[in-house]
């Protein structure tokens, strides 16, 4: 559930001046993941068919039978434009029992996909206490995400450079 799980969104990024740009929208926070994290190097090569992957593990029937190992250190949960109807399956509520168990969990991701977390009956209790009124999370993280209350974020160079980088 939710409410037992740490919750951190990590950018995979070193740009130093969009460091500072995040750094600003959320104050005393990091967005981004520290160089010495201890599975940055295998990013690159993970895919559907990875053995962390949710839906793969879907796919074998593997989530109640998992390996110990896997339970002890991260899944990988594929939500792109190309995902299947297992990695769908991560927003069914019988495959979060075997997801709160995983202390890790890596998403990939090209679009947003907060709003069908309240579709999710165990994420309910959590997104109601965080959100009373659930109309004021998407206000919030609209705000925050599209920055248009940065001044820096709007500046010449910042942006190109970020766009850039992009």
């Given at each position: 559930m939710l409410a037992n799980a740490y919750v951190s969104i990590?950018?995979?990024c070193q740009h130093t001046k969009l460091i500072k740009t995040y750094t600003y929208i959320?104050?005393?926070?990091?967005?981004?993941?520290?160089?010495?994290?201890p599975l940055k190097n295998q990013f690159a090569t993970l895919d559907q068919k990875s053995p962390h992957c949710h839906g793969e593990m879907v796919r074998k029937s593997n989530l109640t039978n998992t390996d110990k190992s896997l339970l002890s250190?991260?899944?990988?949960?594929?939500l792109s434009h190309d995902y299947n109807d297992q990695d769908k399956l991560f927003f069914c509520n019988q495959d979060q029992d075997f997801l709160e168990k995983i202390?890790?969990?890596i998403v990939r991701t090209d679009y947003y996909f907060?709003?069908?977390?309240?579709l999710i009956p165990s994420f309910e209790q959590e997104l109601s206490n965080l959100f009373p009124r659930k109309e004021t999370v998407f206000h919030f993280l609209?705000?925050?995400l599209f920055g248009c209350f940065i001044p820096q974020m709007w500046s010449g160079d910042l942006l190109l450079d970020t766009i850039r980088h992009i």
């Open positions: 990590c950018i995979e959320f104050p005393e926070a990091s967005l981004f993941l520290p160089t010495d994290f250190s991260f899944v990988y949960l594929h202390p890790r969990l907060v709003p069908s977390l309240f609209g705000r925050y």
